[in-house]
């Protein structure tokens, strides 16, 4: 099993705990897409409580990579919806399922298809 095959199946477990609902094809593709950052404990989790990494979130995943040109609370709302999704006392909330999380929400899988 692949160190990829291995975060894939954390997440997927993750995932059910957590009751997200998200398909494990689509946690396999985000994951896949993230790279590097998810083998860095510090980059691979997203803090919900720094304004700075969210604003990230939105101009560099958002923006950059869904191509979303809304409105910036339209996208900050959606932000916070993922937050409190993962539990706002839950300490790992991943960056591939949180990504996750927001791709379902914004309707666009098709950048992972």
Known sequence: MS???EKVAHYSSVNNDLGLGLKEDLIAKVAKGLGPSIYKHDSELV????KEELDRVRENFLKGKLGFK???EDLDH???EACEAMGTSNR???RALFYALLVRRLGREDVYA
Do not use: R
């Not at 803090?47 to 720094?50: D, F, G, I, Q, T």
């Open 70 to 72: 809304g409105h910036e």
């Open 92 to 94: 790992n909330k991943y």
């Open 3 to 5: 160190t990829l095959e």
């Open 78 to 80: 959606a932000i916070k």
């Open 47 to 50: 803090s919900c409580s720094n």
